[in-house]
């Protein structure tokens, strides 16, 4: 079965890159490309499943190295449907969005269940406030920024148009029209599983009064029953 995108995935297409840029694993001119230092470089690569970029090197060696974006970054998007996207797109037309550094680092939105749902199955961090807004801070607002290719709020049209455009494909499909950076498939296949919870279980209580608890086997019947033994006349 497929595996989701994961971060040893990650490490080994960032060197792959590298290899095909420079000709060799050469770390030195990979810092020097990115602006990012040597050891936290090899850090990422040696240790992806301890250590991961920012947000904003993350973005950066995705589009210097035409490599997906990093796991940490990327969203269930097959998950959901394009009807659940275009929903997700209809209610950021009434978000407010705070961009600093030109990264977007802020989208508030007003509170509803239908379109939050969406948040949740793609597994976008998000908090609610007062149940007035929808809060989505940070890291995962720029990661879901960058994966909608989303700069202002004017973007929005063009990203509702793409998705009609497009409806016939599935979601994952649709973001990599829309986004400038490769995203990979970060679900795989779930395995789904349920159990009760024993502790909340409440306490079986015997009806009746029983002084004793009598082995009478099968003369008992299916319930061994003490009165139906009683009646077969033997145990």
């Not at 997906?68 to 009807?83: A, E, M, Q, R, V």
């Not at 929808?134 to 607002?141: D, F, G, R, W």
């Not at 909608?148 to 649709?174: M, Q, W």
Request: proline letters at 6%; aromatic letters at 6%.
């Amino acid at each position: 079965m497929p595996p989701g995108y994961c971060e040893e995935w990650w490490s080994l297409e960032v060197e792959h890159a590298t290899v095909d840029l420079f000709g060799a694993l050469d770390m030195e001119k990979l810092s020097d490309l990115l602006e990012i230092p040597n050891t936290e470089l090899n850090t990422f690569l040696k240790n992806p499943l301890s250590s991961r970029p920012k947000i904003q090197q993350a973005i950066n060696i995705s589009k210097k190295l035409k490599v997906p974006l990093h796991p940490s970054y990327t969203y269930h998007w097959k998950t959901i449907s394009p009807d659940n996207l275009l929903m997700l797109i209809g209610w950021m037309n009434s978000m407010n969005i705070v961009v600093e550094n030109n990264v977007v680092n802020k989208i508030i939105l007003p509170f509803d269940e239908a379109p939050k749902r969406v948040l949740e199955l793609l597994g976008i961090e998000h908090t609610v406030v007062n149940n007035e807004y929808v809060v989505i801070e940070k890291e995962n607002s720029a990661a879901l920024a960058v994966s909608l290719n989303l700069k202002e709020k004017e973007d929005i049209k063009k990203i509702r148009a793409a998705i009609e455009e497009n409806k016939e494909k599935n979601v994952l499909e649709i973001i990599n029209i829309i986004s400038e950076i490769p995203i990979r498939d970060k679900s795989g296949v779930f395995i789904g599983a349920r159990m009760g919870r024993p502790e909340k279980a409440k306490m079986r209580k015997l009806t009746g009064s029983p002084h004793v608890l009598f082995p009478v086997g099968e003369q008992g019947g299916r319930l061994r029953s003490f009165q139906s033994a009683f009646e077969k006349g033997f145990i």
